[in-house]
């Protein structure tokens, strides 16, 4: 799978779930949003690069992201446009019409 950075150079918009196996809003978000077939769809039409950063057991990594986009904790939600702009971060509680709002932008 491709970085961040490599599929942005490449024309490609990325969508970045933070997470981990003890969020219950994390689970809660994927089971009724993040897997269903319409988010899914629009996610493959758009050609939208989907990454999970698990941070169940708090990797120093994905701290660091975390902070660079001015959070502290799970879940967050980052969807990175191609090339260099800014990060569309989305709310920690999502819905279906949020996130397929957010891709279409």
Known sequence: MPSVSAARDNGQPVFVDFTAAWCVTCQV?????????AV??????????TMVAD??????RISLALDSLGRSGVPVYALYPPGDG???????LLTEEIVLEAIDQ
Do not use: G, I, S
């Open 29 to 37: 978000n994927k089971r009724l949003v993040l897997n269903r077939d």
């Open 40 to 49: 899914q769809t629009r996610f493959h039409e758009r050609n939208v690069v």
């Open 55 to 60: 941070w169940t057991n708090r990797d120093p």
């Open 86 to 92: 800014a990060p569309l971060l989305l709310p920690e």
